[in-house]
């Protein structure tokens, strides 16, 4: 069953006098439970897409349902419907900068606010903040404030303030980003944790092919479009795939694909360096 739902979507960003087309039609889907990496160089509409599934963006045309809702098109100029509203709940969007997702001084005021604001009884929030926080790894830092953390720290906190609101579709917007390698290793072990946890599925926009190794699938978008849709080792070692979208194969899959060409093959594709390894060793 599918939690996302998007077919022939079209946006343009419109400023002043000039637009700049976004989506172009874009159709793909995301199923319950699913870890999927919308994967693409920078320009490719990735970003767009993800900011349409909880209705920061309303899409030109086309047809979208996230979590059982329908998200009209065409509508950016009025009120939004209670579909729409709906899906800001159900949809928990982790964005780039953490610092422009912080509400308060206090991390447990912070990772409650949802919480808080939707009237949930004084127990019930002290639960889910600390379940929240275990999830990722900071449990103990309910009483610090979030702007003397870390990088990594500070987007595990943001991270928990929207597992707090139990949305059924977690989405990561380039949330590594601005992370430096050691904060950019804790998210991506704290968004492993959570695969496939509780039928949550799991959308990961981001650039960096290695990231998108971990998904269980791979969504390709090359200039507002979904090119391609596969396993990890399936996108990555079709090399022309790759480079209409503007992008390399991971350096492991490309000394696969460069020992293949030169007649020596590997029992599989690698996708990690410890994957490589392995592989290289059953050579001997």
């Not at 422009?100 to 001084?105: A, D, G, I, L, Y």
């Not at 003397?148 to 928990?160: D, E, H, W």
């Not at 059924?168 to 601005?178: G, I, Q, Y």
């Not at 990890?232 to 503007?246: G, H, S, T, V, Y």
Request: hydrophobic share 45%; aromatic share 4%; glycine share 8%.
């Amino acid at each position: 069953m599918n939690v996302v739902e998007a077919e022939n979507l079209t946006f343009t960003y419109r400023v002043e006098d000039r637009e700049r087309p976004a989506l172009r039609g874009a159709s793909l889907a995301v199923g319950r439970g699913e870890f999927a990496a919308i994967l693409g160089a920078n320009g490719s509409g990735k970003s767009t897409f993800a900011r349409h599934l909880n209705a920061l963006l309303i899409p030109d045309s086309g047809r979208l349902s996230v979590a059982g809702l329908n998200l009209p098109a065409g509508n950016a100029a009025g009120p939004l419907t209670g579909d729409q509203i709906e899906a800001r709940r159900r949809v928990g969007l982790v964005f780039q900068n953490p610092d422009t997702q912080f509400v308060s001084s206090i991390i447990y005021e912070d990772v409650a606010f949802a919480l808080t604001n939707r009237g949930c009884a004084e127990e019930v929030a002290r639960k889910r903040v600390r379940e929240s926080l275990a999830a990722v790894g900071m449990s103990g830092y309910e009483e610090r404030s979030p702007y003397a953390l870390s990088g990594g720290q500070k987007q595990r906190i943001a991270l928990a303030g929207v597992l707090a609101a139990d949305p059924e579709v977690l989405v990561f917007d380039e949330a590594t980003s601005m992370l430096d390698p050691e904060g950019r290793r804790e998210i991506l072990d704290a968004l492993v944790s959570l695969k496939n946890r509780e039928g949550r599925a799991l959308v990961m926009v981001t650039h960096q092919v290695d990231e998108a190794a971990l998904a269980d699938r791979v969504i390709l978008m090359d200039r507002g479009e979904a090119i391609a849709s596969g396993s990890p080792r399936e996108i990555f070692q079709d090399r022309a795939l790759l480079a209409r979208a503007r992008l390399e194969p991971p350096v492991p899959v490309k000394l696969y694909l460069d020992l293949r060409e030169a007649g020596i093959e590997l029992s599989r594709c690698p996708l990690t360096v410890a994957e490589f390894a392995e592989e290289a060793c059953r050579l001997r």
